[in-house]
Protein backbone atom coordinates (compact mmCIF):
# COMPACT_ATOMS: atom_id res chain seq x y z
CA UNK A 1 0.00 0.00 0.00
CA UNK A 2 3.01 2.51 0.78
CA UNK A 3 4.36 1.60 -2.65
CA UNK A 4 0.88 1.87 -4.03
CA UNK A 5 1.02 5.73 -2.33
CA UNK A 6 3.73 6.77 -3.65
CA UNK A 7 3.12 5.75 -7.09
CA UNK A 8 0.27 7.55 -7.00
CA UNK A 9 1.80 10.89 -5.54
CA UNK A 10 4.15 10.32 -8.30
CA UNK A 11 1.11 10.35 -10.83
CA UNK A 12 -1.35 12.57 -9.15
CA UNK A 13 1.70 15.46 -9.82
CA UNK A 14 2.11 15.00 -12.95
CA UNK A 15 -1.39 15.07 -13.79
CA UNK A 16 -1.52 17.91 -12.21
CA UNK A 17 1.43 19.85 -13.81
CA UNK A 18 0.60 18.76 -16.94
CA UNK A 19 -3.27 20.25 -16.74
CA UNK A 20 -1.56 23.65 -15.47
CA UNK A 21 0.81 23.61 -17.71
CA UNK A 22 -1.57 23.19 -20.61
CA UNK A 23 -4.04 25.47 -19.48
CA UNK A 24 -1.27 27.98 -19.11
CA UNK A 25 0.75 28.54 -15.66
CA UNK A 26 0.29 33.06 -15.97
CA UNK A 27 -3.30 32.45 -16.83
CA UNK A 28 -4.09 30.65 -13.71
CA UNK A 29 -2.22 32.61 -11.53
CA UNK A 30 -3.07 35.73 -12.59
CA UNK A 31 -6.51 34.63 -11.61
CA UNK A 32 -5.48 33.55 -8.32
CA UNK A 33 -3.55 37.09 -7.55
CA UNK A 34 -6.53 39.06 -9.26
CA UNK A 35 -8.22 37.98 -6.23
CA UNK A 36 -5.47 39.80 -3.65
CA UNK A 37 -5.79 38.32 -0.05
CA UNK A 38 -9.71 37.72 -0.02
CA UNK A 39 -9.09 34.08 -1.24
CA UNK A 40 -7.85 33.01 2.55
CA UNK A 41 -11.94 33.81 3.19
CA UNK A 42 -12.33 30.24 1.44
CA UNK A 43 -10.01 28.04 4.33
CA UNK A 44 -12.53 30.30 6.68
CA UNK A 45 -15.92 28.30 5.62
CA UNK A 46 -14.48 25.09 5.45
CA UNK A 47 -12.86 25.38 9.41
CA UNK A 48 -15.67 24.42 10.80
CA UNK A 49 -15.92 21.02 9.43
CA UNK A 50 -13.44 19.91 11.42
CA UNK A 51 -15.54 20.91 14.00
CA UNK A 52 -18.37 18.77 13.26
CA UNK A 53 -16.58 15.88 12.21
CA UNK A 54 -14.55 15.52 15.47
CA UNK A 55 -17.84 15.53 17.13
CA UNK A 56 -19.14 12.91 14.57
CA UNK A 57 -16.44 11.09 16.22
CA UNK A 58 -17.08 11.71 19.49
CA UNK A 59 -20.52 10.44 19.37
CA UNK A 60 -18.75 7.02 18.36
CA UNK A 61 -17.26 6.10 21.60
CA UNK A 62 -19.82 4.75 24.80
CA UNK A 63 -19.84 7.59 27.18
CA UNK A 64 -17.88 6.07 29.84
CA UNK A 65 -14.55 5.64 27.33
CA UNK A 66 -15.41 9.11 25.08
CA UNK A 67 -12.80 11.58 24.55
CA UNK A 68 -13.39 15.19 25.54
CA UNK A 69 -14.73 17.42 22.35
CA UNK A 70 -11.22 18.71 22.05
CA UNK A 71 -9.11 15.65 22.03
CA UNK A 72 -11.51 14.43 19.30
CA UNK A 73 -10.91 17.84 17.64
CA UNK A 74 -7.20 17.40 18.30
CA UNK A 75 -6.53 13.96 16.81
CA UNK A 76 -8.69 14.31 14.05
CA UNK A 77 -7.21 18.00 12.85
CA UNK A 78 -3.73 16.20 12.97
CA UNK A 79 -5.25 12.70 11.40
CA UNK A 80 -6.76 14.71 8.54
CA UNK A 81 -3.58 16.39 8.26
CA UNK A 82 -1.15 13.45 8.15
CA UNK A 83 -3.61 11.70 5.16
CA UNK A 84 -3.75 15.13 3.32
CA UNK A 85 0.04 15.91 3.32
CA UNK A 86 1.96 12.46 3.42
CA UNK A 87 1.57 9.68 1.22
CA UNK A 88 -0.73 7.12 3.70
CA UNK A 89 -3.18 6.16 1.49
CA UNK A 90 -5.94 7.67 3.60
CA UNK A 91 -5.04 5.40 6.25
CA UNK A 92 -2.12 6.42 8.66
CA UNK A 93 -4.18 9.63 9.40
CA UNK A 94 -6.83 6.97 11.07
CA UNK A 95 -3.85 5.43 13.28
CA UNK A 96 -2.50 8.85 14.03
CA UNK A 97 -6.49 9.93 15.49
CA UNK A 98 -5.87 6.44 17.66
CA UNK A 99 -2.59 6.89 18.75
CA UNK A 100 -3.03 10.72 20.16
CA UNK A 101 -6.37 9.54 21.61
CA UNK A 102 -3.98 6.61 24.01
CA UNK A 103 -1.26 9.10 24.70
CA UNK A 104 -3.77 10.83 26.67
CA UNK A 105 -5.73 8.33 28.50
CA UNK A 106 -8.13 6.56 26.13
CA UNK A 107 -8.27 3.20 26.26
CA UNK A 108 -6.70 1.39 23.55
CA UNK A 109 -9.57 -0.95 22.53
CA UNK A 110 -12.18 1.75 21.96
CA UNK A 111 -10.10 4.36 20.29
CA UNK A 112 -8.97 1.72 17.45
CA UNK A 113 -12.84 0.79 17.06
CA UNK A 114 -14.10 3.76 17.26
CA UNK A 115 -11.44 5.22 14.14
CA UNK A 116 -12.56 1.89 12.10
CA UNK A 117 -16.01 2.41 12.53
CA UNK A 118 -15.68 6.35 11.79
CA UNK A 119 -13.30 5.51 8.32
CA UNK A 120 -16.76 3.30 7.72
CA UNK A 121 -19.03 6.35 8.46
CA UNK A 122 -17.13 8.58 6.23
CA UNK A 123 -17.13 6.38 3.37
CA UNK A 124 -20.76 5.63 3.94
CA UNK A 125 -21.64 9.41 3.80
CA UNK A 126 -19.41 10.16 0.47
CA UNK A 127 -21.33 7.74 -0.86
CA UNK A 128 -24.59 9.06 -0.23
CA UNK A 129 -23.01 12.72 -1.09
CA UNK A 130 -22.13 10.77 -4.60
CA UNK A 131 -25.91 9.96 -5.04
CA UNK A 132 -26.73 13.87 -4.41
CA UNK A 133 -24.13 14.78 -6.77
CA UNK A 134 -25.22 12.67 -9.57
CA UNK A 135 -29.06 13.26 -8.97
CA UNK A 136 -27.87 16.66 -9.29
CA UNK A 137 -26.57 15.83 -12.40
CA UNK A 138 -29.13 14.34 -13.95
CA UNK A 139 -32.20 16.89 -13.01
CA UNK A 140 -30.04 19.55 -14.58
CA UNK A 141 -30.09 17.09 -17.15
CA UNK A 142 -26.22 18.20 -18.22
CA UNK A 143 -24.65 14.80 -19.39
CA UNK A 144 -26.70 11.41 -18.95
CA UNK A 145 -23.38 9.45 -19.90
CA UNK A 146 -21.63 10.95 -16.68
CA UNK A 147 -24.83 10.16 -14.58
CA UNK A 148 -25.04 6.46 -15.93
CA UNK A 149 -21.29 6.04 -15.27
CA UNK A 150 -21.16 8.02 -11.80
CA UNK A 151 -24.00 5.56 -10.67
CA UNK A 152 -22.49 2.25 -11.85
CA UNK A 153 -19.26 4.00 -9.60
CA UNK A 154 -21.25 4.70 -7.02
CA UNK A 155 -22.91 1.16 -6.51
CA UNK A 156 -19.34 -0.64 -6.92
CA UNK A 157 -17.88 1.68 -4.23
CA UNK A 158 -21.18 0.41 -1.77
CA UNK A 159 -20.81 -2.89 -2.49
CA UNK A 160 -17.25 -2.67 -0.65
CA UNK A 161 -18.02 -0.75 1.88
CA UNK A 162 -21.02 -2.83 2.76
CA UNK A 163 -18.92 -6.05 2.59
CA UNK A 164 -16.17 -4.19 4.63
CA UNK A 165 -18.98 -3.78 7.53
CA UNK A 166 -20.59 -7.53 7.31
CA UNK A 167 -16.48 -8.64 7.59
CA UNK A 168 -16.26 -6.16 10.34
CA UNK A 169 -19.06 -7.50 12.43
CA UNK A 170 -17.88 -11.03 11.82
CA UNK A 171 -15.13 -10.32 13.52
CA UNK A 172 -12.44 -9.87 11.15
CA UNK A 173 -9.62 -8.34 13.02
CA UNK A 174 -9.15 -11.72 15.18
CA UNK A 175 -9.67 -13.63 12.23
CA UNK A 176 -6.57 -11.93 10.39
CA UNK A 177 -4.96 -11.96 14.17
CA UNK A 178 -5.36 -15.75 14.88
CA UNK A 179 -4.37 -16.75 11.20
CA UNK A 180 -0.99 -14.37 11.53
CA UNK A 181 -0.12 -16.41 14.64
CA UNK A 182 -1.35 -20.16 12.58
CA UNK A 183 1.40 -19.48 10.37
CA UNK A 184 3.78 -17.50 12.38
CA UNK A 185 3.45 -19.27 15.48
CA UNK A 186 5.31 -16.31 17.17
CA UNK A 187 4.48 -15.29 20.58
CA UNK A 188 4.17 -11.60 19.86
CA UNK A 189 1.52 -12.45 17.15
CA UNK A 190 -0.45 -15.08 19.74
CA UNK A 191 -1.04 -11.47 21.93
CA UNK A 192 -2.52 -9.71 19.54
CA UNK A 193 -5.60 -12.36 19.48
CA UNK A 194 -6.93 -11.50 22.68
CA UNK A 195 -6.37 -7.96 21.57
CA UNK A 196 -7.98 -7.93 17.77
CA UNK A 197 -11.38 -9.58 19.39
CA UNK A 198 -11.55 -7.08 21.85
CA UNK A 199 -11.46 -4.83 18.84
CA UNK A 200 -14.23 -6.63 17.04
CA UNK A 201 -16.39 -7.08 20.26
CA UNK A 202 -16.45 -3.06 20.44
CA UNK A 203 -17.10 -2.75 16.78
CA UNK A 204 -20.00 -4.36 17.04
CA UNK A 205 -21.35 -2.90 20.27
CA UNK A 206 -20.76 0.34 18.29
CA UNK A 207 -22.92 -0.69 15.59
CA UNK A 208 -25.47 -1.60 18.07
CA UNK A 209 -26.02 1.82 19.35
CA UNK A 210 -28.14 2.83 15.89
CA UNK A 211 -29.03 6.47 17.47
CA UNK A 212 -25.31 7.17 18.08
CA UNK A 213 -24.57 6.24 14.59
CA UNK A 214 -27.27 8.14 12.80
CA UNK A 215 -26.54 11.11 14.79
CA UNK A 216 -22.88 10.90 13.97
CA UNK A 217 -23.39 10.30 10.01
CA UNK A 218 -25.76 13.21 10.20
CA UNK A 219 -22.91 15.26 11.34
CA UNK A 220 -20.78 13.77 8.65
CA UNK A 221 -23.32 14.47 6.20
CA UNK A 222 -23.70 18.21 7.15
CA UNK A 223 -20.03 18.90 7.51
CA UNK A 224 -19.93 17.72 3.29
CA UNK A 225 -22.48 19.98 2.54
CA UNK A 226 -21.25 23.19 4.19
CA UNK A 227 -17.56 22.33 2.16
CA UNK A 228 -19.77 23.04 -1.02
CA UNK A 229 -19.52 26.73 0.63
CA UNK A 230 -16.22 27.13 -0.30
CA UNK A 231 -16.60 25.93 -3.68
CA UNK A 232 -19.31 28.74 -3.97
CA UNK A 233 -17.01 31.58 -2.22
CA UNK A 234 -14.00 30.57 -4.48
CA UNK A 235 -15.85 30.90 -8.05
CA UNK A 236 -17.36 34.02 -6.65
CA UNK A 237 -13.51 35.68 -5.55
CA UNK A 238 -12.55 34.65 -8.53
CA UNK A 239 -15.13 36.04 -10.69
CA UNK A 240 -17.21 33.58 -11.80
CA UNK A 241 -19.90 33.03 -9.79
CA UNK A 242 -22.06 29.76 -9.19
CA UNK A 243 -25.36 28.48 -7.86
CA UNK A 244 -25.19 26.90 -4.77
CA UNK A 245 -26.50 23.81 -6.51
CA UNK A 246 -23.62 23.94 -8.83
CA UNK A 247 -21.09 24.66 -6.28
CA UNK A 248 -22.72 21.47 -4.47
CA UNK A 249 -22.74 19.36 -7.34
CA UNK A 250 -18.86 19.98 -8.04
CA UNK A 251 -17.97 19.89 -4.51
CA UNK A 252 -20.17 16.31 -4.48
CA UNK A 253 -18.36 14.51 -7.23
CA UNK A 254 -15.17 16.25 -7.21
CA UNK A 255 -14.97 14.28 -3.63
CA UNK A 256 -16.48 11.26 -4.38
CA UNK A 257 -13.92 10.75 -7.17
CA UNK A 258 -11.16 12.02 -4.87
CA UNK A 259 -11.99 9.64 -2.39
CA UNK A 260 -12.57 6.76 -4.69
CA UNK A 261 -8.75 7.06 -5.77
CA UNK A 262 -7.27 6.88 -2.21
CA UNK A 263 -4.49 5.66 -3.29
CA UNK A 264 -3.29 9.46 -4.80
CA UNK A 265 -2.16 11.23 -2.38
CA UNK A 266 -4.16 14.32 -1.57
CA UNK A 267 -6.15 13.69 -4.60
CA UNK A 268 -3.43 15.43 -6.47
CA UNK A 269 -4.49 15.76 -9.90
CA UNK A 270 -7.54 13.78 -9.40
CA UNK A 271 -9.50 16.67 -8.03
CA UNK A 272 -8.12 19.41 -10.44
CA UNK A 273 -9.19 16.85 -13.54
CA UNK A 274 -12.75 16.44 -11.79
CA UNK A 275 -13.27 20.51 -11.71
CA UNK A 276 -12.34 20.66 -15.48
CA UNK A 277 -14.46 18.00 -16.51
CA UNK A 278 -17.64 18.74 -14.52
CA UNK A 279 -16.71 22.73 -14.83
CA UNK A 280 -17.31 22.63 -18.06
CA UNK A 281 -20.69 21.24 -17.74
CA UNK A 282 -21.77 24.60 -15.89
CA UNK A 283 -19.86 26.40 -18.48
CA UNK A 284 -16.77 26.92 -16.63
CA UNK A 285 -13.94 27.02 -18.57
CA UNK A 286 -10.77 24.77 -17.86
CA UNK A 287 -8.30 27.78 -16.40
CA UNK A 288 -11.33 28.87 -14.33
CA UNK A 289 -11.62 25.50 -13.03
CA UNK A 290 -8.20 24.61 -12.11
CA UNK A 291 -7.94 27.76 -10.68
CA UNK A 292 -11.12 27.17 -8.58
CA UNK A 293 -9.51 24.05 -6.89
CA UNK A 294 -6.25 25.12 -6.29
CA UNK A 295 -7.97 28.26 -4.63
CA UNK A 296 -9.69 25.22 -2.55
CA UNK A 297 -6.23 24.06 -1.09
CA UNK A 298 -5.10 27.01 0.27
CA UNK A 299 -6.82 25.20 2.98
CA UNK A 300 -3.64 22.64 2.65
CA UNK A 301 -1.43 25.94 3.69
CA UNK A 302 -3.25 27.64 6.58
CA UNK A 303 -5.22 23.98 8.38
CA UNK A 304 -3.54 21.18 7.25
CA UNK A 305 0.05 21.84 7.67
CA UNK A 306 -0.52 23.44 11.19
CA UNK A 307 -1.99 20.52 12.09
CA UNK A 308 1.04 18.09 10.97
CA UNK A 309 3.46 20.76 13.25
CA UNK A 310 0.97 19.88 16.69
CA UNK A 311 1.04 16.40 15.25
CA UNK A 312 4.73 16.31 15.41
CA UNK A 313 4.57 18.14 18.51
CA UNK A 314 2.48 16.16 20.25
CA UNK A 315 4.44 13.35 19.19
CA UNK A 316 8.03 14.90 20.45
CA UNK A 317 6.51 15.22 23.90
CA UNK A 318 5.36 11.67 24.78
CA UNK A 319 8.60 10.67 23.61
CA UNK A 320 9.94 12.92 26.00
CA UNK A 321 8.22 11.46 28.90
CA UNK A 322 8.79 7.77 27.68
CA UNK A 323 12.83 8.74 27.81
CA UNK A 324 12.04 10.37 31.27
CA UNK A 325 10.07 7.53 33.10
CA UNK A 326 13.02 4.94 31.46
CA UNK A 327 15.98 7.24 33.25
CA UNK A 328 13.62 7.29 36.47
CA UNK A 329 13.08 3.80 36.84
CA UNK A 330 17.42 3.17 35.55
CA UNK A 331 17.98 5.57 38.74
Known amino acids: MKIASYIGLVVGLVILTGLVVYEGVANIFD ?49 RAVNTLLPVASIGGEVIKARMLILWGIDATHAAASVIVDKTVQVMTVIVWGVIGVSLLAVTALDSELVISGMIGISVLASGVFGFVFAQKAGIFGFVARSAHKVTKLDIVGGWVNKAEAVDATVCQVYGRIGQLIAASTWRMIALIVQSGEVWLAAYLLGFPISIVEAVMLKSLSSTLSDAAF ?14 VLGSLVGISAPMALAI ?6 RELIIDVPGLVFWQHAEGRALFRA ?9
Open 31 to 79: LLVSTGWSLLWVPAIWFPTVLMNARCWQLLFAQEHAPSFFQAFYAQWMG
Open 263 to 276: VVPNSYGIQEGAFV
Open 293 to 298: SLAIRI
Open 323 to 331: RAGTDSAQD
